[in-house]
């Protein structure tokens, strides 16, 4: 069993810039490869970022990212602290929603049903 629980949403303007973290607990963090996806109002959850099981092998292609933010938002991980974080710059008002972290035992996947945890959500309100 993982246990994730998300930090450091809040609101801000258009242009401004987050950063969420997404703290591990339970199982060995790095056997895990980690996501973010958001959901908005009405809307279905979607695939925002992911990045591979233990980033100390980290090369090139070892993350990936929705087209929407691509550019904009980073995914990196500290497997000594068990976090995982999403460094959101040049935010949108179309950014807003709530942003959760997920683990996976599998490898790089962008597919929600293909994570096994999840953690409760943190909001991003980013106003025009």
């Known amino acids: 069993q993982v246990q994730l629980v998300e930090s450091g949403g809040g609101l801000v303007q258009a242009g401004g810039s987050l950063r969420l973290s997404c703290a591990a607990s339970g199982r060995t963090f790095s056997n895990y490869a980690m996501g973010w996806f958001r959901q908005a109002p009405g809307v279905d959850r979607e695939f925002v970022a992911a990045?591979?099981?233990?980033?100390?092998?980290?090369?090139?292609?070892?993350?990936r990212y929705a087209d929407s933010v691509k550019g904009r938002f980073t995914i990196s991980r500290d497997n000594a602290k068990n976090t995982v974080y999403l460094q959101m710059n040049s935010l949108k008002p179309e950014d807003t929603a709530v942003y959760y972290c997920?683990?996976?035992?599998?490898?790089?996947?962008?597919?929600?049903?293909?994570?096994?945890?999840w953690g409760q959500g943190t909001q991003v309100t980013v106003s025009s």
């Open positions: 997920a683990a996976t035992t599998r490898t790089v996947t962008t597919k929600g049903s293909e994570y096994d945890y």
């Open positions: 990045i591979s099981w233990s980033a100390v092998l980290w090369i090139s292609g070892s993350t």
